[in-house]
């Protein structure tokens, strides 16, 4: 029954009967309603969720309440019978029941929204407001069934927490399912698992996703089955939705080849799309974003035909008009701990659409621990913790060396283990060089040759780290690497582990002149104090801790909740690794070329393989090394350590005023840091070695022996 005949769009001319038995769908309040063959298909799910066909006459609290009056929303071919609210939009008939209010022709119409964006861990956290996916749901339920609520997620689920680093992100299906979303948009963590598993996510969820302005290039149609735009019925308001994001972290993602996608600026997409719902009948326009706040006030400045901006990716609480349209601009927060209530009033029909603008009112909901937590969330959540505890014995990958994680070394020279972790995130993050504090490694274990499991990458990696790219000048990078080692021998934490970069150090002269002049290349090539280099290190250090002050106020290029977490960047490293053993890969790899159709990730690592099997004799890359002429022990056209021949044929001592610095070009190389092949078994793995990024000139082992050197030819 609906309270204007003429606002439920069905059908004209038809007769709506209702079928008598259904199978329901979901649990949501909304009762779907399919039109077909002039019959209108009730379905709804029971309160326990059995999924037993529900009668539409049970006059039950489980069933179709036939005496009560309902909302008819459609969209397409589909219509949603929704109960009204009790809110201030409502009246209150003389039966009791709840009826929308009204709309006359010069009177505004009501609709309720909540919002909610970047949401990582399904658990509660002790400080409040303390959060949790089962309050959250709780929360959001009550005030969407009080209010007659259309409920909006701006993106970001997936990616980053522990959890998600055993199910890629799957713990969110569940939950999300559980909230009776709406529409969502796409976030730049819901792709850190790849494309194939975020179209699988996408379809696994029982509400739409948009991303307008990211084009499949082979098909230009949004990635990963999302939708341009939304248009519906909601309380008598017709009601456009748009889904628009930032090209920035579009160019960071490790799984997206920016030549595969087409991107659209937001403003001129937005604008366009904004004009086509509006021309389609839409009285209000909602963009939902995942853009950083300049971005989303840029979009209320420059496209008036947008009436509200509801906004992810940052994790700030704001919501006030912006721009000269006074455009509502909100963000909700992170981390199910925030909610937004937006009550919106849009002027009446006979005002121009073109000039009109909504009045908005925004209630700020706190999710604190007073707040009962939704039973069947709470056992999901339960779940997924046990199962969280029982992955620890899951293999993750393999190494065919033992790598050196002890404090000992990590803390005091180049470690292999630090040069695995470090190399991972170079690769995933696309950065020049990677800077870690030796800190961050904390199993202080030599992890013997064979299967590594979860319960090693979490004894080596205990923190969820969050990683940055900063935009770093070459001072910057010189003084950092000073800071490194300006406490050795101490076994401090800011003790350098590095990718990309390779130096040495004189722990005799004085700290903040211990690195070599001359002595520093980034890439292969002499570090430039003009130049501007993309540094990847932790956010801890882009905050100037342990000394890394020289960090603070430089540009950053990837914010922490744009990268990823670092024991995940390790996880996903093993994870592509495995998907290797596909049988088309390594015909294709032993004959010297990257098959087709692989991932972003995929392609990354067999070029490395191949640029380092394919170097001088072509032998595969090892991490065992050579012997040369000298007899010192280097890998294939790797930088070495060798003594200047000049100088009494390396036996004598001499003054680093001395020394003759010589770099070759592949400082860049990973040296089977990242991937190797074991023939015998045909698998991938990883042997990382020692190759020479730190050196200090004071203590070298050469041959087996720890001597002092003060010679160094190259390294």
């Known amino acids: 029954q609906a309270e204007e005949p003429n606002e439920a769009e ?16 979901s649990s949501s309040k909304a009762i779907l309603v399919k039109c077909n063959d002039g019959k209108v298909i009730v379905s709804r799910a029971s309160n326990d969720g059995d999924g037993r066909p529900a009668s539409a006459a049970d006059d039950s609290s489980e069933g179709v309440q036939r005496r009560s009056t309902f909302r008819v929303d459609t969209e397409g071919s589909q219509a949603f ?27 505004p119409h009501r609709i309720t929204l909540l919002h909610f964006n970047d949401v990582y861990n399904i658990e509660a956290r002790e400080l409040e407001p303390c959060g949790g996916a089962a309050r959250f749901v ?13 409920v909006l997620f701006s993106g970001d689920c997936l990616n980053p927490s ?52 990211v084009l499949d290039a082979s098909t230009n149609e949004p990635l990963v089955g999302a939708h341009r735009t939304r248009i519906c019925m909601w309380n008598g308001v017709k009601v456009g939705l748009v889904g628009l994001v930032e090209r920035e972290w579009l160019e960071t993602l490790a799984t997206v080849e920016m030549e595969e996608v087409v991107y659209l600026d937001f403003v001129e997409e937005g604008r366009r799309l904004a004009t086509q719902l509006t021309e389609a009948g839409a009285d209000i326009v909602i963009a939902l974003t995942h853009m950083r706040q300049p971005n989303d006030h840029r979009l209320a400045s420059e496209v008036p035909e947008i009436h509200l901006i509801l906004g992810g990716h940052d994790h700030h609480y704001e919501a006030e008009p912006v721009g000269p349209y006074d455009t509502y601009v909100v963000k909700s927060g992170t981390d199910f701990r925030d909610l937004t209530l937006l009550t919106v009033d849009i002027p009446a029909a006979g005002i121009n659409k073109a000039s009109r603008r909504p009045t908005v009112q925004t209630e700020r909901v706190s999710i604190t621990s007073d707040i009962a937590e939704d039973e069947d969330t709470a056992a999901t959540v339960s779940s997924y913790m046990e199962k969280l505890g029982g992955a620890m014995d899951e293999v993750i990958g393999e190494t065919a060396t033992e790598l050196d994680g002890r404090f000992q070394t990590i803390r005091t020279r180049e470690s292999n283990l630090g040069n695995f972790v470090c190399d991972c995130w170079r690769i995933a993050s696309g950065a020049d060089l990677v800077i870690l504090n030796s800190g961050t490694l904390r199993s202080d274990a030599l992890h013997p040759v064979g299967k590594l499991r979860l319960r090693d990458l979490v004894s080596i990696l205990p923190m969820l780290d969050e990683t940055v790219v ?55 090539e002499p570090l ?49 690794l495995a998907t290797l053993k596909h049988p088309e890969v390594i015909p294709a790899v032993t004959s010297g070329s990257v098959p087709g159709g692989l991932s972003k990730p995929q392609k990354a690592l067999l070029e490395v393989y191949l640029n380092e099997s394919m170097r001088g004799d072509g032998e595969a890359p090892t991490a065992v090394g050579r012997q040369n002429s000298s007899g010192s022990r280097r890998g294939n056209s790797t930088d070495v350590l060798i003594l200047d021949e000049s100088v009494d044929g390396g036996s ?6 001395g020394m003759k610095m ?15 092949y074991d023939h015998q078994r045909a698998l991938f793995t990883i042997q990382p070695s020692v190759t020479r990024r730190i050196v200090n000139i004071r203590e070298e082992a050469v041959d087996g022996k720890t001597v002092e050197l003060q010679a160094v030819v190259q390294g």
Not at 663 to 676: L, Q, T, Y
Request: aromatic share 8%; hydrophobic share 35%; glycine share 10%.
């Open 652 to 657: 004598q001592r001499a003054g680093s005023e």
């Open 138 to 150: 709780s929360k959001c339920r009550e005030m969407e069934e009080q209010h007659g609520a259309m």
């Open 470 to 524: 900063l935009e770093a000048p070459g001072k910057a990078v010189l003084a950092a690497l000073e800071n490194g080692v300006s406490k050795w021998p101490a076994l401090e934490g800011r003790f350098p582990q590095v990718s990309g970069v390779s130096f040495d150090f004189d722990p005799e002269r004085p700290p903040g002149s211990r690195v070599v002049k001359g002595s520093v290349f980034i890439k292969g």
């Open 81 to 107: 019978l929704n109960r009204p609210s009790r809110s201030r939009s409502a009246r209150t008939s003389k039966s009791g029941t709840s009826t929308p209010r009204t709309s006359g022709r010069h009177l």
């Open 162 to 213: 522990l959890l998600s680093t055993i199910t890629s992100g799957w713990q969110m299906a569940p939950v999300l399912n559980s909230l009776n979303i709406h529409t969502a948009c796409l976030g730049n963590h819901d792709f850190d698992f790849g494309l194939e598993n975020l179209q699988k996510f996408v379809g696994a969820t029982n509400f739409p996703w948009l991303m307008a302005n």
């Open 528 to 576: 430039s104090s003009k130049r501007l280099y993309r540094l990847a290190t932790k956010s801890y250090l882009a905050q100037g801790k342990d000394g890394f002050d020289v960090f603070q106020g430089l540009k950053m290029l990837v914010r922490a909740d744009e990268g990823t977490l670092l024991p995940t960047t390790i996880k996903e490293h093993f994870r592509t």
């Open 10 to 25: 069905g059908p004209r001319g038809v007769s709506w009967n209702v079928e008598p038995s259904v199978q329901s769908r």
């Open 662 to 676: 010589v770099k070759s070009s592949s400082s860049a190389d990973f040296h089977g840091s990242v991937i190797s």
